[in-house]
């Protein structure tokens, strides 16, 4: 036989033999304590009976855990209305008269969980298997090491088979002998888990001097590992604030930076883009396609907040061109008639956006880093919408028509350029562009009607540090407030955070009152 | 613009009001009013005769006077030189909180905890005073704190500001800020005013019980004065060369300073007056009203102090005082009879007086007679 042959009729009969197990009844003195015994008595029977792997221990576990375990005289039966089952062999047997509750208390229910969970080890399900050890990382009975032990030598998935040896290594640690202690160490030392380095902190002051230097050494590891950790994780956090903060502010960079129009109802438009998301997630509501409705949203609160710009823009907004306070104020007041609409409408309370099943969780990349997928969506999306922006101002017709009426209107007009028509066009736009922002705030935040009221400031500062039409500027702007932002939190909490970078932004614009990216030439003082 | 009507020509004292014109009659009403007809019909007719005027309306004539004195203090900065602070609500605040300061102090061991201290700081676990409360116990020392910390806030903004030039929608955008920055501040329990809930539950001024009937008349007769006061101050300066100045600014700021004008001293001035005129108005404000909290200083109440302006007529100091009080009344009247109408009201009011009625409603009383 060739060795791959033999290996292969080795796992059969291993498999045969793990088959096999059922045909035997369980431990029955095992059982017997878990019934009659004493508290730690029964503690120790929870143990064996899961240290055997068998499938039936859960089924006698569970049983008692929620109190379906009777006793009458020596036999333990496991009683479900009339039908009654032998808690050692699992078949049916006749329901005596005369029977007694077997009670689980708090302790005993705890270890119960952590002992079904870590029989899922033995699961044929890998996700099972990898929910099973989570549990378990966070704190496993010692009884439990037979099982790890079995489970780590069974075990092909490498994720799950590092968390159990952290786990196993973890149980070395407290109870093995020395070798074990520092191999169990130098595991530890291996993994970038914030629960490893507590279980370190605890032997890093061991009487044994090789074992404390050895706790030391891997400490030192994990804590470098952490950091980075922390550190992606705060870079990610300024990203994702960045990416909001671009998505809020890049609608105005078209209506405010390219046309000039101060438009205090650019946070009311991002507010409709939200509600729009709403409305349609309410169509999808019981269909089968729920998880793709923002496919629908998406378009939708372009469109919509499009068309409420457009419409502002022709009734309102036209007649107050080179008139920007007055503009300012119009526009304030038509922000609070769009606030109380949406309040008469869908109600003053917040309304329910949920996140589709796709962006909910996030991705592992450290052991104290994880990723939420519904802002590396935020993230990817503002990096896709300020491309297509980017397009559409430097690639269409459109596009350079816009260009041209911000450079030069009288120019444009004269060589045929229908700039009336095309202020139109810009301010849906922006408009369009800031419900985009709304579709995307609604994954991640509330929905109400003074949702647009908490951006307005902020986008306004975005725009003017980035400089006035310019967008470079406002990407650049967008992301170093997000990172100075993210990173004053971390010192001194989000409020003062705040404040200081709002207070840094106007001794900025005092120093340099044209932003990050100045205007050159006449233009400035236009 | 000529804010200079036709019947005041003639050589003359500016700031004076001819005796026999109409505004000096209108003046001499609004006088009477406030200062008899008031305190007659509020005190001593009896609450059941049907001319009783009951403390509500006592109390919210103050108020609107208070806002009035807003009215006037941002109109001189932006009807006459142009310049549009969306944060003048910071400093309306600042007074009040000032003043809210030394009220808090008035309380003594009256309190719920009984306890020398405020009650947020008991609340909090304070053992003492925090430094900025140092003296508030002093009424003086108070009043002083309504002017400087106002002030000498505006004077070093505006310095900056306007000697770097900043001007136009970057100056209301960059005022908006620093209100909505300081919001955020006053909103935290630990820079020490009270937080989310401010100061409340006062109970007396220089010894007299702030709910008093006589005391709130008082209060209202000192606001009343008050606004006499801040128009005719305003109204002196505007016909002033200084006025003058500040009004060439506002229409053509570079032709001021090839004149030789160092335009910055005249916008910090003025920036620097209005600002303090608006602490007094919050100090005037916080005993009638009996609250003040951080959401005076949010930008949303600031935006709503250039609208009174807007409505009356800017570049009017009798527009600002009418606009203020009509405004007002009408908030006052939509917030109890249609709650959920009052805001459709108001953004109205925004769009179509800056549409229709770019000088406000004083131009429709000017284009009847």
Not at chain 1, 267 to 276: C, Q, W
Not at chain 2, 86 to 97: K, Q, R, S, V
Request: net charge positive; with cysteine.
């Amino acid at each position: 036989m060739s060795p791959g042959r033999m290996a292969r009729a080795a796992a059969a009969a291993l498999f045969l033999s793990a088959c096999a197990l059922p045909v035997h009844a369980l431990d029955r003195a095992a059982v017997q304590r878990l019934a009659f015994g004493e508290s730690d008595e029964r503690l120790a029977a929870i143990g064996a009976l899961v240290a055997e792997g068998d499938p039936r221990a859960a089924e006698v576990l569970r049983a008692l855990a929620e109190g379906e375990m009777q006793t009458s005289g020596k036999a333990v039966l496991i009683v479900k209305g009339e039908q009654a089952l032998d808690a050692f062999t699992l078949q049916d047997v006749p329901l005596p008269a005369e029977r007694e509750d077997v009670v689980a208390n708090n302790r005993l229910r705890g270890a119960i969980g952590d002992a079904l969970a870590a029989l899922k080890l033995l699961s044929p399900e890998a996700s099972e298997r990898a929910a099973a050890a989570k549990v378990l990382a966070g704190g496993a009975d010692a009884g439990m090491r037979g099982l790890i032990e079995k489970a780590i030598a069974q075990e092909k998935e490498a994720d799950i088979r590092a968390t159990l040896e952290m786990v196993l290594a973890g149980m070395q640690l407290k109870g093995g002998s020395k070798e074990e202690r520092l191999a169990a160490i130098r595991t530890l030392g291996g993994s970038g888990n914030p629960s490893s380095k507590t279980l370190l902190l605890e032997v890093a002051n061991d009487a044994d001097e090789e074992i404390r230097l050895a706790a030391q050494r891997s400490l030192r590891a994990i804590e470098g590992r952490l950091a980075w950790g922390e550190r992606i994780g705060l870079a990610f956090a300024g990203v994702s604030l960045g990416s909001i903060l671009l998505l809020a502010a890049l609608g105005l960079a078209i209506t405010y930076g390219l046309m000039g129009v101060i438009n205090m109802a650019h946070g009311e438009l991002i507010m409709i883009g939200a509600y729009a998301t709403y409305v349609v997630q309410g169509f999808f509501r019981n269909s089968a396609f729920f998880d793709w409705y923002l496919l629908a949203a998406v378009p939708a609160a372009f469109v919509v907040s499009g068309l409420v710009g457009m419409a502002l823009e022709r009734s309102v907004i036209r007649w107050l061109y080179g008139r920007p306070l007055e503009t300012l104020l119009a526009t304030w007041g038509i922000s609070l008639v769009l606030i109380q609409t949406m309040r008469t409408l869908f109600g003053a309370q917040n309304v329910q956006v949920e996140n589709p099943a796709f962006m909910s969780g996030g991705v592992q990349l450290l052991a104290n880093l994880v990723l939420p997928w519904n802002r590396i969506m935020i993230v990817a999306f503002a990096a896709a919408v300020l491309v297509s922006m980017w397009l559409l101002l430097t690639k269409t017709r459109m596009g350079l028509h816009m260009r041209g009426v911000t450079q030069n209107r009288a120019m444009a007009s004269c060589v045929g350029v229908p700039t009336a028509r095309v202020d139109t066009w810009a301010f849906g736009l922006g408009s369009g562009i800031a419900g985009l922002a709304g579709c995307a705030l609604s994954q991640v935040g509330n929905v109400g009607p003074d949702l647009g009221q908490g951006y307005i400031v902020d986008s306004f500062m975005v725009v003017v540090f980035g400089g006035v039409g310019q967008l470079a500027g406002t990407v650049l702007a967008a992301l170093v407030l997000g990172f100075a932002n993210k990173l004053l939190e971390s010192w001194s909490g989000a409020v003062l955070a705040k404040i200081a970078v709002l207070v840094f932004i106007i001794v900025f614009i005092q120093r340099r009152p044209q932003g990050l990216f100045a205007l050159k030439g006449r233009a400035v003082e236009a | 613009m000529s804010a200079v009507p036709a019947m005041v020509k003639g050589a003359r004292k500016p700031g004076m009001l001819p005796i026999g014109s109409i505004r000096f009659w209108l003046a001499a009403a609004a006088a009477f009013v406030a200062c008899v007809l008031f305190p007659v019909l509020n005190l001593w007719v009896p609450a059941e005769h049907p001319l009783h005027l009951s403390s509500f309306w006592v109390t919210l004539a103050g108020k609107i006077m208070c806002y009035a004195i807003v009215a006037v203090a941002l109109d001189l900065v932006w009807g006459y030189a142009g310049i549009l602070s969306l944060g003048h609500g910071l400093f309306f605040a600042l007074g009040g909180y000032a003043m809210g300061m030394h009220l808090m102090r008035q309380i003594g061991r009256e309190g719920q905890y009984q306890s020398e201290l405020p009650d947020f700081m008991v609340f909090l676990d304070w053992k003492e005073l925090p430094w900025h409360w140092w003296m508030t116990d002093s009424f003086l020392w108070s009043l002083a704190l309504v002017i400087l910390v106002p002030g000498v806030l505006a004077f070093v903004f505006g310095y900056f500001a306007f000697r770097s030039r900043v001007k136009g929608v970057y100056f209301s955008i960059i005022t908006q800020a620093l209100t909505f920055a300081a919001m955020l501040l006053f909103f935290r329990n630990a820079t020490g005013f009270g937080g989310n809930n401010g100061f409340t539950d006062f109970k007396r001024i220089l010894g007299f019980s702030v709910t008093a009937p006589e005391t709130r008349m008082v209060l209202f007769l000192v606001t009343a004065l008050t606004l006499l006061g801040v128009l005719l101050l305003s109204h002196r300066i505007v016909k002033s060369k200084f006025g003058r100045v500040l009004a060439a600014i506002r229409d053509a700021e570079q032709r001021v300073m090839f004149c030789g004008y160092d335009t910055v001293h005249y916008k910090v001035a003025i920036f620097t007056l209005s600002a303090v005129l608006c602490g007094i108005a919050g100090a005037l404000y916080v005993p009638q009203v009996g609250i003040i909290n951080p959401g005076e200083m949010s930008p949303a109440n600031s935006i709503e102090m250039a609208i009174w302006v807007a409505v009356g007529g800017r570049g009017t100091l009798i527009g600002a005082v009418l606009g203020a009080g009509l405004v007002n009344g009408a908030k006052s009247y939509f917030t109890v009879a249609f709650p959920e109408y009052w805001l459709y009201f108001l953004g109205a009011i925004f769009i179509l007086v800056t549409l229709f009625l770019p000088k406000g409603v004083l131009s429709l009383a000017r284009r009847g007679a």
